[in-house]
């Protein structure tokens, strides 16, 4: 009974990992055709790997099911999408770096970028992104979260575990739930596709 448990346990966290790879993958990149064919054409997006009564994530599933049949979930209107609320240079509408929201570089002297640099550089990571995206993006942000999972799930010392599950949850306050929770208002205020504010209500429900 308690392998199934830890079974279970271990099945669920993989199918939100996949979740926040994937979230992270299309906030990393803007959209590439096969992704869309291969996501939103193809229906994959209609139904998740897990399920949950969280009302977030509940949403999250209602608005990817939807962007399936969505006719401006293609390649174009999502690039424009994308460029609109990420990554123009005057002004994006929902800017994807967490110094953007919680800079705290005036009180502190050290700012949130460099914060989120020594959290990575205390478990020996180098992100490969690092000479064209700053350690703050929120999808080289998601990429770490998902590694730390996946650290945890192939430890058996329940101590070791139970350090690790502390040091998800310290990343996710510090350098997610701080700013997240604005980042997707701004997404689901301003986004001109369904795909967008799905993606951001899924990053919400997963972490």
């Not at 990817?64 to 690039?79: G, P, V, Y």
């Not at 999972?149 to 192939?154: F, R």
Request: hydrophobic letters at 35%.
């Amino acid at each position: 009974m308690a392998n199934d448990n830890k079974n279970q346990q271990h099945n669920i966290l993989k199918g939100y990992n996949m979740l926040l790879y994937f979230a992270g993958t299309m906030i990393m990149y803007e959209p590439a055709e096969e992704c869309i064919v291969d996501f939103w054409k193809e229906g994959i997006l209609k139904k998740l790997p897990v399920s949950s009564l969280n009302p977030n994530f509940m949403k999250a599933e209602s608005q990817l099911r939807e962007s399936c049949t969505d006719k401006s979930s293609n390649t174009e209107a999502m690039t424009e999408d994308y460029f609109r609320l990420f990554k123009r240079e005057i002004m994006p509408l929902a800017p994807f770096y967490e110094s953007f929201y919680t800079d705290k570089a005036s009180l502190t002297g050290k700012s949130d970028s460099l914060q989120v640099t020594g959290f990575y550089d205390s478990y020996g990571w180098r992100p490969k992104f690092r000479n064209e995206k700053k350690d703050d993006h929120l999808g080289i942000e998601l990429l770490f979260l998902s590694i730390l999972v996946e650290k945890y799930m192939v430890l058996d010392d329940e101590a070791c575990r139970g350090e690790m599950r502390n040091e998800i949850r310290r990343f996710i306050k510090q350098h997610i739930l701080s700013w997240i929770p604005e980042w997707n208002r701004k997404v689901q205020e301003n986004s001109a596709t369904i795909s967008y504010k799905g993606i951001a209500s899924l990053i919400i429900a997963c972490v």
